[in-house]
């Protein structure tokens, strides 16, 4: 069995990742030299939320990445757990719940706003990392696909059993 690199984990994403944080830095850094109002409300009240935020991330993480070396070296395509309701669970966590939680931590609604660049950077890594995918595993992937969103969970209604 060959050893788990980085790369076994985060997927295509790290080039993604960087430009990512290097996004946020420059909206960052434009909000303080353009004196952009911060975020409305109390600081303390978005470093809760952050904390929140940091938490629900770290619970996906772990969950994501703990599946991810045992698909890597048997081949086979994880569709349970976290991957069942979303592809890319990692790059989720990410645009959803990390890029927003350091946005309250600065206090910068530029930096909120920079979500949606660090979204496109991910869709597109996305998209590369689901061509390989697909050569892999073949008709399973596109399948998969059809059936699971990439980066936002469907909401399932609840079936009554009456």
């Given at each position: 069995?060959?050893?788990?690199?980085?790369?076994?984990?985060?997927?295509?994403?790290?080039?993604?990742?960087?430009?990512?944080?290097l996004?946020?830095?420059?909206?960052?850094?434009?909000?303080k030299?353009?004196?952009?109002?911060?975020?409305y409300?109390?600081?303390?009240?978005?470093?809760v939320?952050?904390?929140v935020?940091?938490?629900?991330?770290?619970?996906?993480?772990?969950?994501?990445?703990?599946?991810?070396?045992?698909?890597?070296?048997?081949?086979?395509?994880?569709?349970?757990?976290v991957?069942?309701?979303?592809?890319?669970?990692?790059?989720a966590?990410?645009?959803?719940l990390i890029?927003p939680a350091f946005?309250?931590?600065?206090?910068?609604?530029?930096c909120?706003?920079?979500?949606?660049?660090?979204?496109?950077?991910?869709?597109l890594?996305?998209?590369?990392?689901?061509?390989k995918?697909?050569?892999?595993?073949?008709?399973?992937?596109?399948?998969y696909?059809k059936?699971?969103?990439?980066?936002?969970?469907?909401?399932?209604?609840?079936?009554?059993?009456?």
């Amino acid at each position: 069995m060959r050893k788990t690199n980085i790369r076994d984990i985060v997927g295509t994403g790290p080039l993604g990742f960087g430009l990512c944080v290097l996004v946020f830095v420059i909206f960052w850094k434009i909000n303080k030299v353009a004196g952009i109002a911060p975020l409305y409300g109390d600081k303390v009240l978005h470093k809760v939320l952050a904390g929140v935020l940091l938490c629900a991330a770290g619970i996906v993480f772990c969950a994501a990445i703990r599946v991810m070396p045992i698909s890597k070296h048997n081949k086979s395509l994880v569709t349970h757990g976290v991957y069942s309701y979303v592809r890319h669970p990692r790059y989720a966590a990410i645009v959803f719940l990390i890029y927003p939680a350091f946005a309250l931590l600065v206090h910068s609604f530029l930096c909120l706003i920079s979500t949606l660049v660090a979204y496109v950077i991910f869709r597109l890594s996305a998209v590369l990392e689901e061509r390989k995918l697909i050569q892999v595993f073949g008709q399973d992937y596109k399948d998969y696909m059809k059936e699971t969103p990439g980066f936002i969970p469907k909401i399932r209604r609840c079936q009554s059993t009456l």
